[in-house]
């Protein structure tokens, strides 16, 4: 049997019962989760640890920094995709978000399926 490497994801969220929901969509994709991330320093210090695969990051987070800023950070030591899953489609947030280079920008709520067709779409995982 071939094991492929798992994939581990970072779920970077203050609203803990969505963590635990895209928690539960990630696992059902085969992600290893890392989850329960309410700021953005955290974030990063984590993203160095764990070095993930993918990054789901909320924009406005616990702390004085939101998910953008702290992508920029992360983004000084990793090229891991992130996709951004926002309850705010302000253009200002998604200008800014650009200069991280994401994978995805979601609105807020987020479908299982719609989370699985960006990641399909991305290569980030497989068509079954």
Do not use: W
């Not at 969220?13 to 928690?23: G, R, S």
């Not at 059902?28 to 329960?36: H, I, S, V």
């Not at 800014?96 to 067709?117: G, M, Q, S, V, W």
């Amino acid at each position: 049997m071939h094991m492929t490497q798992v994939k581990k994801v970072l779920i970077v969220e203050d609203d803990l019962i969505l963590n635990l929901l895209y928690e539960s969509y990630m696992e059902k994709l085969g992600f290893e989760t890392e989850g329960e991330l309410v700021y953005g320093k955290t974030a990063i210090e984590t993203a160095k640890l764990v070095d993930p695969d993918l990054i789901l990051m909320d924009i406005s987070l616990e702390g004085d920094m939101d998910g953008i800023e702290a992508m920029l950070e992360i983004r000084k030591f990793s090229s891991v995709p992130v996709v951004y899953i926002t309850g705010n489609s302000d253009r200002a947030h998604q200008e800014r978000a650009k200069a991280t280079d994401y994978t995805d920008y979601l609105i807020k709520p987020i479908e299982f399926n719609e989370l699985k067709a960006c990641l399909i779409k991305a290569n980030i995982i497989e068509k079954e």
